[in-house]
């Protein structure tokens, strides 16, 4: 599995995701940095299978973040549930995390 950090969540975050073995890319590391825009990112995702993580919520068919967690609340969360999540990224077409935990929506 293959993961988009999105450019308002922290670079920290792919660091800490490629230490746990995924690979992963930050917006910071494209092309355009940070200023790509959500339709190059979606392009990206459906050509070379990306799972975009964001806080964005436009994408609605990709792993959302939200509830405005803090940067360590949300390393702490994939640190938690990283079982689970990959499991669920590989069923589900929406796997949403909360301050509760993963929700999975079919």
Same mark, same amino acid.
């Given at each position: 599995?293959?993961?988009?950090?999105?450019?308002?969540?922290?670079?920290r975050l792919?660091?800490?995701?490629?230490?746990?073995g995924?690979e992963?890319?930050?917006?910071? #590391?494209?092309?355009?940095?940070n200023r790509?825009?959500?339709?190059?990112?979606?392009?990206?995702s459906?050509?070379?299978?990306?799972?975009i993580v964001?806080?964005?919520?436009?994408?609605?068919?990709?792993?959302?973040?939200?509830h405005?967690l803090?940067?360590?609340?949300?390393? #702490?969360l994939?640190?938690?549930?990283?079982l689970?999540?990959l499991?669920?990224?590989?069923k589900?077409?929406?796997?949403e995390?909360?301050?509760?935990?993963?929700?999975v929506r079919w």
């Open positions: 599995m293959k993961m988009l950090v999105d450019a308002q969540l922290p670079a792919a660091n800490h995701l490629r230490r746990r995924i992963v890319l930050h917006t910071s #590391e494209l092309p355009l940095g790509t825009t959500d339709e190059e990112l979606k392009y990206l459906l050509t070379q299978a990306y799972v964001t806080k964005d919520g436009d994408f609605v068919d990709n792993l959302l973040l939200h405005n803090s940067n360590n609340e949300l390393i #702490e994939f640190t938690n549930y990283e689970e999540i499991d669920s990224l590989s589900a077409h929406f796997v995390l909360t301050r509760l935990g993963v929700v």
